[in-house]
């Protein structure tokens, strides 16, 4: 029992809780991106809801097939306006530190899920595609949406690890792409803040219907808000998100073939409507934070509800869905206890300004030899 250790021996104790829990405090408080950016208590419950809709689209309890790409392009949209809002303030110099923060938010959590995926499928199926290592090598470098699909997207689904399961990995590789691209365009260049530079952008995207579309939106609204701050929760511009959302809703469902146009306007048109400053909660938080290990892992615990279906002779009900879904959220949980939580309480004590640059560097490069790879299996097929 600690009350019976001699009195000195405490105060030792105490004396180095209390140095460690400043040093972490301190370093905490040098990370200058919290504050550039408002606190946004309804973003934590977006994120946990465009999950959870992911993850019920692919388990079949929501029947629509775009329920799940379209909350995909919400997650663009607001990635797109929480960092365009911080690249906003961020000078040339500061860029180490956004590296490091998005490394360390992003890789540490997705790298241990594609180790998972890859390991699984090594146990789980002794018979594998002869492209497995190839999409492994897209997958770790942030190029799964430019090369995996080949020679068409069924067939690459079939080839992939576990029938397809890590095909939302494309997502992931936008994402990093962007982050990579941002502070380049945002920092560097004279006109980079310029909101009508990234009308420009924008309107590119989303008319040859890029994947980039809802993010490049995202931007726009927060290089305007850099100028205006507010600007999006004035009366008139509320009403007008809120005519948006509704009428891009109603019109990807009378006219399917717009979804590539209309989905990032809704997509953006959700995360203003979103974008009021309220005060986040322990339990906002919670959700907030689980909902990217909710995204990254379900189909962990889809695999652990069909390894029980066939082990008790399960019939594959509504029920049975919902149990599914129970057990997606269970290891999203998991890992966001054993990964995300760890690295978040932990990384501000061991950033460095070196360690940062070097992590920016590598994400070029990965991106570099994703693009080397398919090279050279395109020169060889």
């Given at each position: 029992?600690?009350?019976?250790?001699?009195?000195?021996?405490?105060?030792?104790?105490?004396?180095?809780?209390?140095?460690?829990?400043g040093a972490v405090a301190e370093q905490a408080s040098r990370n200058p991106e919290p504050r550039k950016v408002?606190?946004?208590?309804?973003?934590?419950?977006?994120?946990?809801a465009l999950a959870a809709t992911v993850a019920l689209s692919h388990i079949g309890?929501?029947?629509?097939?775009?329920?799940?790409?379209l909350s995909v392009q919400v997650f663009f949209a607001l990635s797109g306006w929480l960092i365009g809002s911080i690249l906003y303030r961020t000078k040339p110099s500061e860029l180490c530190r956004f590296y490091y923060n998005r490394s360390t938010r992003i890789w540490i959590p997705y790298f241990a899920c594609v180790a998972v995926l890859y390991l699984v499928s090594a146990v789980h199926e002794p018979v594998r595609s002869s492209r497995w290592w190839e999409f492994l090598g897209y997958d770790l470098t942030f190029t799964h949406n430019w090369f995996s699909f080949t020679p068409d997207f069924n067939t690459a689904i079939s080839q992939m690890p576990l029938n397809g399961t890590g095909n939302h990995f494309w997502s992931l590789a936008v994402e990093e792409q962007f982050y990579l691209v941002a502070p380049l365009i945002i920092t560097l260049l004279p006109l980079g803040r310029s909101w009508v530079l990234w009308i420009v952008i924008s309107a590119i995207c989303c008319l040859t219907a890029s994947e980039y579309g809802a993010i490049s939106l995202g931007v726009l609204s927060a290089m305007v808000s850099?100028?205006?701050?507010?600007?999006h929760r004035t009366f008139a511009w509320r009403a007008a998100s809120l005519v948006l959302l509704?009428?891009?809703?109603?019109?990807?469902?009378?006219?399917?073939n717009l979804y590539p146009l209309l989905a990032p306007i809704f997509a953006v048109s959700a995360v203003l409507l979103c974008a009021e400053p309220i005060r986040r909660t322990e339990v906002t938080r919670w959700l907030g934070g689980v909902s990217f290990p909710f995204y990254l892992n379900a189909w962990i615990g889809v695999f652990v509800a069909h390894a029980v279906q066939k082990h008790y002779g399960l019939q594959e009900t509504e029920w049975f869905k919902v149990f599914e879904f129970l057990s997606s959220l269970a290891a999203a949980a998991l890992a966001y206890r054993l990964v995300d939580q760890v690295v978040m309480r932990r990384r501000d004590a061991?950033?460095?300004?070196?360690?940062?640059?070097?992590f920016g560097a590598t994400g070029y490069v990965l991106i570099l030899c994703g693009t080397l790879l398919w090279i050279v299996r395109w020169h060889h097929s």
């Open positions: 029992m600690e009350k019976d250790r001699p009195k000195a021996w405490l105060a030792t104790k105490r004396r180095r809780g209390q140095v460690y829990s408002d606190e946004f208590g309804a973003f934590d419950l977006l994120r946990f309890l929501i029947g629509w097939e775009q329920s799940g790409n850099g100028e205006s701050p507010g600007w509704a009428s891009s809703a109603g019109l990807i469902i009378v006219y399917p061991v950033y460095r300004r070196e360690i940062g640059w070097t």
